[in-house]
């Protein structure tokens, strides 16, 4: 079964809208298709849609130049937007000037990040991971939303920066 339709049927099987599976047709390249998961992260993340090892299997060396990373050793990355983290990611990811960002990190990702200057970064935590922090000044903004007990946060440099504000939620997912 071609990747596409492979897509459809197991987000139908979870759920998907009709308004999103008709999104899922016709010859999209991983490019068009990261856009789809990242626009839709919020579903992904509640269904676990597609799965880590579907995620492995089909995107895993190809989905990462578009901002979607899998079990992978990272370099360090200065003001990218839009970046999910699943899997095993290890990285530094740095986030200053005028940047306006959001980060997902998932299962047991680990990574650091620094932010200075004027940025703006909202930072979804789930699972397992693990998430340093350093900020410089009290220009930057910061939202830390925390899912489920799990997630680890160090404060790079001991207290939590005025900047940073943490929002805790019970549940797992959004």
């Not at 079990?71 to 970046?83: C, G, I, Q, R, S």
């Amino acid at each position: 079964m071609e990747l596409v339709e492979q897509l459809r049927k197991d987000g139908t099987e979870k759920g998907l809208c009709r308004l999103w599976q008709m999104k899922l047709r016709g010859n999209l390249d991983t490019e068009a298709l990261v856009k789809l998961y990242i626009k839709g992260i919020d579903f992904c993340i509640c269904e676990d849609y597609p799965t880590l090892d579907f995620l492995r299997t089909h995107f895993k060396g190809n989905s990462e130049p578009y901002g979607v990373y899998i079990d992978e050793d990272m370099p360090t990355l200065a003001n990218k937007a839009d970046l999910v983290l699943n899997g095993a990611c290890r990285g530094m990811l740095e986030y200053g000037e005028y940047s306006v960002s959001r980060l997902y990190v998932r299962h047991t990702s680990e990574i650091a990040v620094n932010v200075s200057d004027h940025a703006i970064l909202t930072i979804d935590l789930f699972d397992n991971s693990k998430l340093h922090l350093s900020v410089v000044g009290d220009d930057a903004s910061i939202i830390l939303n925390v899912y489920g007990s799990t997630p680890q946060i160090d404060f790079v440099d001991g207290e939590k920066p005025n900047c940073v504000i943490v929002n805790y939620n019970n549940k797992t997912t959004y």
